[in-house]
C-alpha cells in the first residue's frame, strides 16, 4: 500500500533546514542574509527538543563572525561531531580558510548555502552565484538544487555522499528566489532518510576523532619532498563522489517518485538546441522549452545538480546525441575570464568529442535580475542564428558594450488554470506578512498547490513591497515574478504615479486599490488609462477602495 503523501507550505530555506537539521549534532551559526531563517529554524527546533536521526537534539553554537563559525565547525567535526553551519556572501568568504583545512582533512561536513551576490562596485544583497563559484577551488564538493521541492529532496544526498565519501560539500540553491519562496510540497519522512544512513560512515567517522584514547597527528607542516605527494593522495575519494552522489539520487528518487541524476535532461529527445545551466532558472527553463516544444521546436535543458567534482561521463550521457548547438548559462561573472565556469566545463568535456557541438556562453541573473521563460526563449532565439552571439547577457539591455540579446515579450505560462496575483505594500505595513498567511491558509486547507514570493528593496521597512502569488491546480515551476496577473491589489495610492502597476494584467483581470478618494475625486486622480472605475466602500472603515475592470489592450 502506497504510504500518504505528506504536504507543507514553506521556503527553502525552512526545507533545508529540515534535512539538515536530521544529520546534525551540533550547528555552527552567524546570522546573514539571506541564510539566516535556517539558522533560527534550527534553533528554534532545538529549543523545542525535536530530535535529530540518532534521537539527540541539536546544539546550536551562535559564534560572533561568520569565521569563528567556521572554526569551530572545523573543531566540532575534529572532535568527531555531526556538524553544519548556514552561510551565503561575504559569510562564506570569511569561511574558505578553513574549508581548504576541512577538505584537505576530509572532515565530512555540509555547508548550506542561500547563494547570493558579493559586493563589488556596489553592495547587493540579493541572489546569484558568486559566492559559490569562489568556492570551487576549496576542496568542497558542491551540489545545487533549482526549486523549493528539490530542497527538500535532495538536501539529504550532500549529507549521505559526504560521510560515505568523506568530502566535505556545499549544499547550494538561490538566494531569496528558492530561499524565500514559499511552496507547497511534499514532505520528506525522517524515516525514509534514516533508512539511508550507512552506520558503518558513522563509526568510521567517530573512529577519526582526536582523543587521548586513540592519539594521532593531525595539521603538521611539510616540505617539498612530501606536500605534492600527499596533496595528491585525496584524487581517489574524488573519483568516488559522482557514482556516489548517483547512487543516492536514484535512492530518493525511489522514495518520491520523482527522477533525478547528476544532470537533468528535459525537453525534446530529438533536441537541437540545449541549454545547460542550474538553479532556479530551470524551473522556467521548463515552461520555455514546453512553449517551444508544443510549436515543434527540437529544445532541451541540462540542469547541473553536481557541479564539484564535475563528472564529464555523465554531463555528455545527458546531453542528446543530436545536439547541435549548446547555449551555457552562468549565474556569475569573472572580469578578464575567457568565460565563466560552468561554460568553460562545458567546453573542456566536449574537447575531445567528435562532431562536437557549437558552444556558446552567457550570463544571466546577477543581483537577483529576473529570469523569466521569454529570457530562455531569447536565449533559443539566439542559438538559432546562422552565427550566434557568444558571451552575451540575458535580461539586461547593455548598450555600452552590446552583449544583450534582443528582448521577447512576456508570455502568460504556468499551465492551465493558473491564477496569479500581485500585491503592491509598503515594508511593515503587513502586506508580506498577510500574504504569507493567505498561501498557507490555502496550501495547508486546499488542494491547491501554491507559491509566493515577495520582492522588496534592500530599505525593506518603509520600502516598496511587491508580493507575487500563483495558485494551480498542478506544481508551479513558474520560478520568476508574477509578469501576467489575473488579479492586482495596490495598497499605497501613490504608486499609481510611481509604477506601472497594472502592466501585464491580464484581459478581465480585476484591479483593486486601497484610496482614500471616491467618485469624481478619485476619477481625476487616476492615471489616464482604459478602465472602468468600480468605487467599493470597504465596511468599519473611512477608507475606499476601488476595483477597475480592465479593456483589452
Known amino acids: 500500500m502506497a504510504k500518504e503523501k505528506k504536504f507543507i507550505t514553506c521556503d527553502g530555506n525552512e526545507a533545508a533546514a529540515h534535512v539538515s537539521y536530521m544529520f546534525s549534532e551540533v550547528a555552527a551559526i552567524y546570522p546573514i542574509t539571506p541564510s539566516s531563517p535556517m539558522a533560527e529554524h534550527v534553533d528554534e527546533w532545538a529549543a523545542r527538543g525535536r530530535k535529530n536521526l540518532w534521537g ?3 546544539s546550536v553554537q551562535e559564534m560572533q563572525s561568520e569565521g569563528g563559525a ?7 567535526l575534529q572532535a568527531g561531531a555531526l556538524t553544519t553551519t548556514f552561510t551565503a556572501s561575504q559569510g562564506l568568504l570569511l569561511m574558505i580558510p578553513n574549508m581548504y583545512k576541512i577538505a584537505g582533512e576530509m572532515l565530512p561536513c555540509v555547508f548550506d548555502v542561500s547563494a547570493r551576490t558579493l559586493a563589488s562596485h556596489s553592495l547587493c544583497i540579493f541572489g546569484d552565484h558568486q559566492d559559490v563559484m569562489a568556492c570551487r577551488q576549496t576542496g568542497f564538493a558542491m551540489f545545487c538544487s533549482g526549486s523549493v521541492q528539490e530542497v527538500m529532496d535532495l538536501t539529504a544526498v550532500p549529507h549521505l555522499a559526504s560521510l560515505k565519501t568523506e568530502i ?3 549544499n547550494f540553491f538561490d538566494g531569496f528566489r528558492t530561499s524565500h519562496e514559499y511552496h507547497k510540497i511534499e514532505v520528506m519522512d525522517q524515516e525514509d532518510i534514516k533508512a539511508l544512513v550507512d552506520p558503518a560512515d558513522i563509526k568510521r567517522f567517530r573512529d577519526r576523532a582526536l582523543t ?9 607542516a611539510e616540505n617539498p619532498e612530501t606536500f605534492f605527494t600527499h596533496r595528491e593522495a585525496c584524487n581517489a575519494a574524488y573519483d568516488k563522489v559522482p557514482e556516489c552522489v548517483e547512487y543516492y539520487m536514484q535512492k530518493i528518487s525511489e522514495i518520491t517518485g520523482r527522477e533525478y541524476h547528476l544532470f537533468d535532461y528535459y525537453g525534446a529527445d530529438d533536441a537541437e538546441r540545449v541549454i545547460i545551466l542550474m538553479g532556479s532558472a530551470t524551473e522556467a527553463a521548463r515552461e520555455a522549452i514546453d512553449y517551444l516544444v508544443a510549436q515543434g521546436e527540437k529544445v532541451g535543458m541540462v540542469a547541473v545538480h553536481l557541479y564539484r567534482p564535475f563528472s564529464v561521463k555523465h554531463l555528455l550521457a545527458a546531453v542528446p546525441k543530436t545536439a547541435k548547438r549548446i547555449a551555457v548559462l552562468d549565474r556569475t561573472k569573472e572580469p578578464g575570464a575567457e568565460g565563466e565556469p560552468l561554460y568553460l566545463d562545458v567546453k573542456s568535456a566536449f574537447y575531445d568529442v567528435e562532431d562536437k557541438p557549437l558552444i556558446v556562453g552567457g550570463r544571466y541573473g546577477l543581483g537577483s535580475s529576473d529570469t523569466t521563460p521569454a529570457k530562455i526563449i531569447a536565449v533559443f532565439k ?8 557568444n558571451h552575451f547577457t540575458v535580461g539586461i539591455v547593455d548598450d555600452v558594450t552590446f552583449t544583450s540579446l534582443p528582448e521577447e515579450e512576456e508570455i502568460a505560462m504556468g499551465g492551465a488554470g493558473m491564477f496569479q496575483a500581485k500585491f503592491y505594500g ?4 503587513g502586506t508580506v506578512g498577510a500574504n504569507k498567511n493567505s498561501v498557507k491558509i490555502i496550501g495547508e486547507s486546499t488542494d491547491k498547490y501554491c507559491q509566493a ?10 520600502g516598496f513591497t511587491c508580493s507575487h502569488l500563483r495558485f494551480g491546480d498542478t506544481p508551479i515551476h513558474s520560478t520568476y515574478l508574477v509578469t501576467t496577473p489575473n488579479f492586482v491589489a495596490c495598497h499605497v495610492q501613490a504608486y499609481l504615479h510611481m509604477y506601472d502597476v497594472t502592466r501585464g494584467l491580464q484581459k478581465n483581470g480585476t484591479f483593486l486599490l486601497n484610496t482614500i478618494f471616491e467618485g469624481e475625486e478619485l476619477a481625476n486622480f487616476m492615471p489616464n488609462k482604459r478602465l472602468v472605475l468600480v468605487t467599493v466602500p470597504i465596511p468599519s472603515s473611512s477608507l475606499h477602495s476601488s476595483v477597475s475592470q480592465a479593456l483589452s489592450p
Not at 567556521?70 to 566540532?76: D, E, K, N, T, V
Not at 587521548?212 to 603538521?220: A, L, N, Q, W
Not at 514570493?453 to 518603509?462: E, L, P, Q, T
Request: charged fraction near 20%; proline fraction near 11%.
Open 56 to 58: 539527540q537534539t541539536v
Open 70 to 76: 567556521a572554526g569551530a565547525l572545523h573543531g566540532s
Open 168 to 170: 566535505p560539500f556545499v
Open 212 to 220: 587521548p584514547e586513540r592519539p594521532m597527528t593531525r595539521g603538521t
Open 382 to 389: 539566439n542559438l538559432a542564428l546562422p552565427e550566434p552571439k
Open 426 to 429: 509598503l515594508g511593515a505595513d
Open 453 to 462: 514570493y515577495f520582492s522588496y528593496d534592500s530599505k525593506k521597512s518603509g
